[in-house]
């Protein structure tokens, strides 16, 4: 039963566009939430986090949103640049200490 | 930043030969390390936790005796695929958790792809 959910695993968005990537999860004692950025071949880059405690962190050109009612977090990119192409996975912490992760979503940005 | 260096990067081995991981905490001290697996296009799934001087935690369906972990020193965890075979063939990353840091502490390693022949 996989408890954080990427259900698109690719976008492609215009340069200087918005790029919304989108995460669900079902269990409600995570407590934090973490986007990772990731090449091929290569490990997982932190990006950003939220509490759950919060709704809204921002970083630069990167921005997440959490809604706890419905257990949903995303990720916005604004504006997009072509380096931000990569494979970006959310993660949730769980008991002692785990990272849950989802499948990842491909983004595209085309110059 | 926190660095965390992870050898080899890639490796090919023949099946029935063990295959040893190294994971280095460079500038900090890691009392906790997670060896992940990744299939293609799959997520990073969480094989066992290890705490520097005690035996490593495996999660529900992770063969111990296959995958031996070692978390002998702070900065130092090792993952040994033992009598490897093809389906062992996988992306293999590690991560240290710095202690105090909540949000920023978990660094990854680059990864070992490991293929067996």
């Known amino acids: 039963d996989q408890q954080v959910k990427q259900n698109s695993p690719s976008l492609s968005v215009q340069e200087g566009r918005i790029s919304i990537l989108n995460c669900d999860y079902t269990?409600?004692?995570?407590?934090?939430f973490l986007w990772y950025k990731k090449y091929p071949a290569e490990g997982p880059t932190f990006l950003i986090s939220?509490?759950?405690?919060?709704d809204k962190n921002e970083d630069g050109r990167f921005t997440v949103f959490l809604n706890k009612s419905a257990k949903h977090l995303s990720l916005h990119i604004v504006p997009s640049q072509p380096g931000d192409s990569a494979v970006y996975f959310c993660?949730?912490?769980?008991?002692?200490?785990?990272?849950?992760f989802g499948k990842g979503t491909k983004l595209t940005v085309n110059p | 930043g926190a660095v965390v260096s992870q050898h080899p990067s890639r490796v090919i081995c023949k099946s029935g030969t063990s295959v040893k991981i190294e994971c280095r905490s460079l500038?900090?001290?890691?009392?906790?390390m997670f060896w992940y697996r990744q299939f293609p296009k799959q997520s990073l799934m969480l094989m066992a936790t290890?705490?520097?001087?005690?035996?490593?935690?495996?999660e529900q369906g992770v063969e111990k005796d296959k995958f031996l972990i070692n978390h002998a020193s702070l900065t130092l965890s090792t993952l040994t695929v033992t009598s490897a075979h093809p389906e062992d063939s996988s992306f293999y990353i590690c991560?240290?958790?710095?202690?105090?840091?909540?949000?920023?502490?978990?660094?990854f390693g680059s990864g070992t792809r490991l293929t067996v022949v």
């Open positions: 290890s705490n520097e001087g005690s035996k490593a935690t495996y």
């Open positions: 500038d900090f001290q890691a009392t906790t």
């Open positions: 991560s240290a958790r710095r202690e105090g840091r909540l949000l920023y502490g978990y660094t």
């Open positions: 993660a949730a912490r769980g008991g002692s200490e785990k990272l849950v």
């Open positions: 939220i509490s759950s405690i919060k």
């Open positions: 269990n409600s004692m995570f407590d934090y």
